[in-house]
């Protein structure tokens, strides 16, 4: 399904691309602003971003993607800068959950038309402090930012599940501290779905369900809708396209 997103345009861009799109910049509003707010503030600034996603769950369109918005002094030519609007402001500066579930859509749609995927944190997906001398994205979203890449990483993924006839039947439910063949399958499918571990890297197909296991369990869930508890009992197993047969 196509994402709606609405043009709220901003004059201040760089026209061109001379050197393609290589990056996604992420930012927060540093305030409570509705999309359209945004676009009204940036019109009177020398600021803009590509998009934003305002706190009443709107997504903008501010400046195309074939030019370059003004988000990160000196970072401008090849990135596409995302901001989220904040649910509070100060502290940590709070996004709310649907925010960021907007963006991880935004992000993948992004992602996917400008062959980006997957994202990697420090690669191809930065946080505006990662690059300049900020605090944005605050330190609430940019303690999600590898999170965001793994859900969005997840759901571009097409792997098709496999015939019922041949499914791996799991018997007994995995948990932080499991060991065995169920376990080693279990990385696998994690590997093939593009689940990484919490270091960022593919699953090591050990048998032994530690902590970069649990992670990619729970992103899985996640992206499943599920309850993310890292345990793989009936619904997980069944989602991940096993056969669940204690």
């Avoid at 998009?51 to 090849?78: K, L, P, T």
Wanted: proline share 3%.
């Amino acid at each position: 399904m196509k994402m709606n997103i609405r043009s709220m345009p901003v004059n201040n861009r760089t026209l061109g691309r001379p050197r393609g799109i290589k990056r996604i910049v992420l930012h927060h509003t540093a305030g409570v602003f509705t999309a359209q707010a945004v676009a009204n503030l940036h019109n009177r600034m020398r600021v803009s971003y590509h998009y934003s996603v305002g706190n009443d769950g709107v997504v903008a369109r501010h400046v195309a993607e074939n030019n370059q918005a003004w988000h990160a002094a000196g970072h401008n030519v090849d990135s596409i800068g995302v901001a989220l609007s904040n649910s509070s402001a100060g502290g940590q500066w709070l996004v709310s959950q649907r925010s960021v579930d907007l963006a991880v859509e935004l992000l993948r749609d992004i992602a996917r038309r400008n062959n980006l995927l997957p994202l990697r944190v420090g690669v191809n997906f930065f946080g505006h402090r990662d690059l300049s001398a900020t605090a944005c994205p605050g330190s609430h979203l940019h303690g999600r930012m590898r999170e965001i890449a793994d859900r969005v990483n997840a759901s571009a993924a097409t792997t098709p599940a496999a015939p019922a006839a041949s499914r791996y039947r799991l018997r007994a439910i995995l948990r932080q501290g499991s060991k065995g063949n169920d376990v080693r399958e279990l990385q696998r499918r994690l590997n093939t779905l593009r689940h990484a571990g919490a270091n960022g890297r593919p699953l090591t197909v050990d048998g032994n369900f530690g902590a970069n296991t649990a992670h990619a369990v729970r992103v899985f869930q996640r992206a499943n809708n599920l309850h993310a508890d890292g345990v793989v009992g009936q619904n997980t197993a069944r989602a991940l396209g096993w056969n669940w047969q204690p």
